[in-house]
């Protein structure tokens, strides 16, 4: 079974910072299957990022994905107020056929 | 879109049911795909199955409810139901039905239900 481990649990920054947010994997992940999410409470997570590095519709420039095999990131420039919310990567392909991360809290 | 609806509170041993309407798409779509996935508090999501129709109807479950899980479509009300026999307190959590991209987002989960707490107790 593959394990997606992110780190770190918790970063606390300030509106207007900048953000790295890891994500590595057990076992090789393919560019097109990995993933990033952003969850704010009460709500479902939203697509952020697919294939690695490519944004979902309506996403902003200062979300950036890159990576590669097993070392995956996120980063976040400028961190803007509504950016403070948990963050999970997933990747697929592997048993479970998804799986996600425990989670990257951004607070400030 | 996404609209789950079903009970929030189930007893032990009991059959946990939700449906997930689907508008603005197809459940019979030869190209999407849709999973119910749930996350326990302060845990990442988990997904737990998915159904899709590919000229014919495919299902895929988790090793970790398999034997107690189906996922079934219903094209009359396009809509796909989630059923999980004999819960237990661990399978509280909140449920999500989510369909699975294409193209660009092909494997993520592009868009999402509301999501719909569950709590096993008796």
């Known amino acids: 079974e593959i394990v997606l481990t992110q780190s770190p649990g918790t970063l606390s920054l300030s509106p207007g910072e900048g953000a790295s947010l890891s994500c590595r994997a057990s076992?090789?992940?393919?560019?097109?299957?990995l993933a990033w999410y952003q969850q704010k409470p009460g709500q479902a997570p939203r697509l952020l990022i697919s294939?690695?590095?490519i944004r979902a519709a309506g996403i902003p420039d200062r979300f950036r994905g890159s990576g590669s095999g097993t070392g995956f990131t996120l980063t976040i420039s400028r961190l803007e107020p509504e950016d403070f919310a948990v963050y999970y990567c997933q990747q697929y392909g592997y048993s479970p056929l998804y799986s996600f991360g425990q989670g990257t809290r951004v607070e400030i | 879109q996404l609209r789950q609806s079903g009970p929030g509170l189930v007893r032990p041993s009991e059959t946990l049911s939700l449906t997930c309407d689907i508008s603005g798409d197809s459940v019979s779509s030869n190209t999407a795909a849709w999973s119910w996935i749930r996350q326990s508090p302060s845990r990442g999501p988990e997904w737990l199955g998915r159904t899709f129709y590919r000229s014919k109807w495919y299902d895929d479950y988790a090793v970790s409810v398999k034997g107690r899980i189906t996922i079934s479509p219903d094209t009359s009300k396009n809509q796909f139901s989630l059923q999980l026999n004999s819960v237990t307190p661990e399978d509280t959590a909140v449920y999500f039905c989510?369909?699975?991209?294409?193209?660009?987002?092909?494997?993520?989960?592009?868009?999402w239900g509301q999501g719909t707490a569950v709590t096993v107790s008796s």
């Open positions: 076992q090789y992940v393919a560019s097109s299957s």
């Open positions: 294939a690695t590095s």
């Open positions: 989510a369909r699975q991209g294409v193209g660009d987002t092909l494997y993520t989960f592009d868009v």
